[in-house]
Nanobody
Framework: QVTLVESGGGLVQPGGSLRLSCAAS????????MGWSRQAPGKQRELVAE???????NYADSVKGRFTISRDNAKNTVYLQMHTLKPEDTAVYYC??????????????WGQGTQVTVSS
């Protein structure tokens, strides 16, 4: 069983910074990518950033230039460094690990979520 544990959320003022961390317990076979998504009240969950084990990254347009995703493959950990935070960044942030299954399919494991609140 794979468990993802998130940390780093909290309350910050607009323009502030936070770093989120997500670590997987135990070993993970066939890991392909790690990522972060978020869900604000009344809205659908949206992709924020993702990174493959090879280092290829992808960001939502709304966070491009402000957020940076990184990973430590040896520690099974993914980070999201957030700068210049805005009130519209307020959401529950969920990390995910995607593994590559036989036959070309993927399976995604999700963290429990961590609350990020940006408010003055």
């Amino acid at each position: 069983q794979v468990t993802l544990v998130e940390s780093g959320g909290g309350l910050v003022q607009p323009g502030g910074s936070l770093r989120l961390s997500c670590a997987a317990s135990g070993s993970i076979n066939s890991l392909y990518a790690m990522g972060w998504s978020r869900q604000a009240p009344g809205k659908q969950r949206e992709l924020v950033a993702e990174i493959t084990t090879g280092g290829m990254t992808n960001y939502a347009d709304s966070v491009k230039g402000r957020f940076t995703i990184s990973r430590d493959n040896a520690k099974n950990t993914v980070y999201l460094q957030m700068h210049t935070l805005k009130p519209e960044d307020t959401a529950v942030y969920y990390c995910n690990f995607r593994i590559h299954l036989v036959g070309g399919a993927f399976k995604t494991y999700w963290g429990q979520g961590t609350q990020v609140t940006v408010s003055s």
